[in-house]
């Protein structure tokens, strides 16, 4: 392990970062308000439509939901996110918080890099798992490296101070707290999404199965009107939550790919040696395909974009409503970052 003394180092602003930062904060505060306002038209529009046409009599009222309300419940749920969205993002994944005695040399390693990069020294976590990854998450007065132990097994000590650097840069730099946020409006979308569909599945299959059958024009005027209405409102939300798990989604990465850069770089600074971390990448780009894919789909979670690697796998199966090829990649290309890291490496050997 380098024997670099844990000096204060100062890390310079990135602006472009701060700016995106900004902008994703913006957009992650606007989007629910424009997700619930979107169900309101549409309950106003095609929801008084089918309470007309059922009940066969015109229809006088509206949907509406308070201003205020909607800011009190939308503020409260990203508050809530960002206190404990970090506790939900380590469960996801099966990550348990370790202490010194259990891993003396992350502790150590994560003490000294903290003080270097002048952060509060954070949690350090551990997923059981091949995958060699990781990744780092804040909210609220938590904050959490967290390592696999894949990753542990497989990197020297320069490349895993260098590993440990990267993410503790997101923590300097703030962004983990801006991707521990971005995760809620996703993960509800996704969740809705993935009911609206299996209740439109379950239907298909019971009326499939003969479940649709009547005794009269009555009975029958009532299963079509019970029809309609499931129906409908199953395939608005999950046109919905897609549409905006689309727009979550896509904000998240185009986040998550400059933070990588900047982090790449804070770390070559703190550590004084790119190639460390350009040999770590290396190492883990070359072993994540010979992962079973079971584990990569364990370590999924819904935060593939939180990681230092990415993943070659997601876990959805090929029945997804939404095929992930759509999206940017959620880092910049392994062999683009690489270059970038030798580069400095070579500008540090001529000084």
Same mark, same amino acid.
Not at 7 to 30: C, G, K, N, W, Y
Not at 141 to 156: M, P, Q, R, W
Not at 169 to 192: G, K, Q
Not at 323 to 350: C, K, V
């Given at each position: 392990?380098?024997?670099?003394?844990?000096?204060?180092?100062?890390?310079?602003?990135?602006?472009?970062?701060?700016?995106? &930062?900004?902008?994703?904060? $913006?957009?992650?505060?606007?989007?629910? $308000?424009? $997700?619930?306002? *979107?169900?309101?038209?549409? #309950?106003? *529009?095609?929801?008084?439509?089918?309470?007309?046409?059922?009940?066969?009599?015109?229809?006088?009222?509206?949907?509406?939901?308070?201003?205020?309300?909607?800011?009190?419940?939308?503020? @409260?749920?990203?508050?809530?996110?960002?206190?404990?969205?970090?506790?939900?993002?380590?469960?996801?994944?099966?990550?348990?918080?370790?202490?010194?005695?259990?891993?003396?040399?992350?502790?150590?390693?994560?003490? +000294?890099?903290?003080?270097?990069?002048?952060?509060?020294?954070?949690?350090?976590?551990?997923?059981?798992?091949?995958?060699?990854?990781?990744?780092?998450?804040?909210?609220?007065?938590?904050?959490?490296?967290?390592?696999? *132990? @894949?990753?542990?097994?497989? %990197?020297?000590?320069?490349?895993?101070?260098?590993?440990?650097?990267?993410?503790?840069?997101? /923590?300097?730099?703030?962004?983990?707290?801006? &991707?521990?946020?971005?995760?809620?409006?996703?993960?509800?979308?996704?969740?809705?999404?993935?009911?609206?569909?299996?209740?439109?599945?379950?239907?298909?299959?019971?009326?499939?199965?003969?479940?649709?059958? !009547?005794?009269?024009?009555?009975?029958? +005027?009532?299963?079509?009107?019970?029809?309609?209405?499931?129906?409908? *409102?199953?395939? /608005?939300?999950?046109?919905?939550?897609?549409?905006?798990?689309?727009?979550?989604?896509?904000?998240? +990465? %185009? %986040? =998550?790919?400059?933070?990588?850069?900047?982090?790449?770089?804070?770390?070559?600074?703190?550590?004084?040696?790119?190639?460390? #971390?350009? !040999?770590?990448?290396?190492?883990?780009?070359?072993? &994540?395909?010979?992962?079973?894919?079971?584990?990569?789909?364990?370590?999924?979670?819904?935060?593939?974009? #939180?990681?230092?690697?990415?993943?070659? !796998?997601?876990?959805? =199966?090929?029945?997804?409503?939404?095929?992930?090829?759509?999206?940017?990649?959620?880092?910049?290309?392994?062999?683009?970052?690489?270059?970038?890291?030798?580069?400095?490496?070579?500008?540090?050997?001529?000084?």
């Amino acid at each position: 392990m380098s024997s670099r003394l844990a000096d204060s180092i100062d890390l310079e602003p990135d602006r472009e970062l701060r700016l995106r &930062m900004a902008l994703a904060l $913006f957009f992650i505060t606007v989007l629910p $308000f424009a $997700f619930v306002y *979107t169900f309101v038209f549409l #309950l106003n *529009t095609v929801g008084i439509a089918l309470l007309e046409w059922a009940n066969e009599r015109p229809y006088t009222g509206e949907f509406y939901v308070g201003p205020l309300l909607l800011v009190v419940v939308v503020l @409260g749920g990203l508050a809530i996110q960002y206190l404990y969205g970090p506790s939900a993002v380590l469960g996801s994944v099966g990550a348990s918080r370790v202490d010194a005695d259990s891993y003396p040399t992350v502790h150590a390693t994560v003490t +000294r890099l903290a003080a270097q990069a002048d952060v509060p020294k954070p949690d350090v976590a551990v997923i059981d798992s091949e995958v060699p990854n990781a990744f780092a998450v804040a909210g609220g007065n938590t904050e959490a490296v967290v390592v696999t *132990t @894949g990753l542990l097994e497989l %990197l020297s000590e320069d490349e895993l101070e260098a590993t440990l650097a990267h993410e503790l840069a997101h /923590l300097a730099n703030r962004d983990a707290r801006v &991707m521990t946020a971005a995760w809620l409006l996703p993960t509800i979308t996704y969740y809705l999404a993935i009911v609206a569909f299996y209740v439109l599945y379950g239907f298909v299959r019971v009326l499939g199965a003969g479940g649709g059958s !009547s005794g009269g024009d009555r009975d029958g +005027r009532g299963l079509l009107v019970a029809i309609v209405v499931i129906v409908v *409102t199953a395939v /608005l939300t999950l046109a919905v939550s897609a549409m905006f798990w689309f727009a979550s989604v896509l904000l998240y +990465r %185009l %986040l =998550s790919r400059y933070r990588e850069h900047a982090a790449d770089r804070a770390a070559a600074t703190i550590t004084g040696s790119p190639a460390a #971390l350009a !040999s770590a990448l290396e190492k883990i780009d070359e072993t &994540m395909p010979d992962v079973p894919d079971d584990d990569l789909r364990d370590l999924d979670g819904g935060v593939e974009a #939180l990681y230092l690697a990415p993943l070659e !796998s997601r876990a959805f =199966s090929s029945a997804e409503l939404i095929s992930t090829d759509i999206f940017p990649d959620t880092h910049p290309p392994t062999a683009e970052r690489l270059e970038y890291l030798r580069d400095l490496e070579q500008e540090r050997i001529q000084r």
